[in-house]
């Protein structure tokens, strides 16, 4: 178990690590393809970023894409606990302790994957509804 713990730890400190790095990294490619469109006199809105979007929409689509790539991470990293499980589950060689504790690894990675799912389509809900989508 200790072993799944620190696997997990190292897990989480890459998904905060890439979402430190992500959100400075897309507020710079909005604004450079903003910058863009004055230097080439573009004025078509799908194009040109912000142009014709308020500040709510932009901020509605800056908390789905953040949390769609959270979701994102989170689905890569419950696979990659399955797998390890799964493995732990083929070495275990009949210990009753081994074989329980990949049962339980895999076990919690699936729980994570139906409350990141549930997480989803809540989340994206709540979105469209502030948007008017019904």
């Known amino acids: 178990m ?10 989480i400190a890459i998904v905060v690590s890439a979402l430190s790095i992500y959100a400075p990294l897309s ?17 078509d809105p799908t194009i040109c970023g912000h142009k014709g979007k308020n500040n709510e929409q932009e901020i ?3 908390v789905r894409s953040v949390l ?8 890569i990293i419950a696979a990659i606990v399955i797998v390890i499980g799964g493995i732990f589950y083929m070495i275990s060689i009949g210990d009753a ?15 994570g994957l139906i409350v990141t799912l549930a997480a989803f389509a809540i989340t994206n809900l709540v979105i469209n509804a502030l948007e008017g989508k019904h």
């Open 97 to 111: 302790a081994k074989i329980q504790r990949a049962k339980s690894a895999i076990l919690y990675a699936v729980i």
């Open 2 to 11: 200790n072993k799944i713990k620190k696997y997990l730890i190292t897990a």
């Open 60 to 62: 509605q689509n800056r």
């Open 68 to 75: 769609n790539t959270v979701y994102l991470w989170i689905g």
């Open 27 to 43: 507020y710079a490619t909005d604004t450079s393809s903003e910058d863009a469109c004055k230097i080439t006199g573009y004025s």
